[in-house]
T-cell receptor
Framework: GAGVSQSPSNKVTEKGKDVELRCDPI?????LYWYRQSLGQGLEFLIY????????KSGLPSDRFSAERTGGSVSTLTIQRTQQEDSAVYLC?????????FGSGTRLTVV | GQQLNQSPQSMFIQEGEDVSMNCTSS?????WLWYKQDPGEGPVLLIA?????ELTSNGRLTAQFGITRKDSFLNISASIPSDVGIYFC???????????FGTGTRLTVIP
């Protein structure tokens, strides 16, 4: 597509439930990133995928967080046993060079 | 870990005034980027800088890559109401996979 597409745009979930967030990057972009943006804060790096290489998971805050990228395209970020502190906007970006193109994000609220 | 300090945190200015914001890092970057984020959207790239001392303009926006490679500034001239939003600096260390982001400058333009 023309841009990075994320779904859902909003998600409200109960504490303890699992959630899956989806990112559809720009066609041809080999790099894909997930960032988390808490209210009024900057962007916190979570995970990076580049082609068929092993992902850089160094930013994942706990083992409840995982992500995969199937076929070098669509990516899914999974949060298991959600906690209230997981509430944030989760942003996906893709790139072919140094500059990223971001999606509009998924606003996750854990109640 | 990487520290990226962005200032000021917020600014209230009259339409037509010039604006300046800056970022400093605790380590050397080989790329500096400036993004703008509107409510409910992901950040959008404004200017990319790749060389120490580089000065680049994009319309009323001008940004510079500091010669120490640890800082960058963004200027907006003759501000207009649509400049309202949150501006983020971002930088990449040599060999790093991901961008580090500043905490943002929230700009309000009073008509």
């Amino acid at each position: 597509g023309a841009g990075v597409s994320q779904s859902p745009s909003n998600k409200v979930t109960e504490k303890g439930k699992d959630v899956e967030l989806r990112c559809d990057p720009i066609s041809g972009h080999t790099a894909l990133y997930w960032y988390r943006q808490s209210l009024g804060q900057g962007l916190e790096f979570l995970i990076y995928f580049q082609g068929n290489s092993a992902p850089d998971k160094s930013g994942l805050p706990s083992d409840r967080f995982s992500a995969e990228r199937t076929g070098g395209s669509v990516s899914t970020l999974t949060i298991q046993r959600t906690q209230q502190e997981d509430s944030a906007v989760y942003l996906c970006a893709s790139s072919r060079t140094d500059s990223y193109t971001f999606g509009s994000g998924t606003r996750l609220t854990v109640v | 870990g990487q520290q990226l300090n962005q200032s000021p945190q917020s600014m209230f200015i009259q339409e037509g005034e010039d604006v300046s914001m800056n970022c400093t890092s605790s380590s050397i970057f080989n790329t500096w980027l400036w993004y703008k984020q509107d409510p409910g959207e992901g950040p959008v790239l404004l200017i990319a800088l790749y060389k120490a001392g580089e000065l680049t303009s994009n319309g009323r926006l001008t940004a510079q890559f500091g010669i120490t490679r640890k800082d960058s500034f963004l200027n907006i001239s003759a501000s207009i109401p649509s400049d309202v939003g949150i501006y983020f600096c971002a930088g990449r260390e040599a060999g790093a996979n991901n961008l580090f982001f500043g905490t943002g400058t929230r700009l309000t333009v009073i008509p």
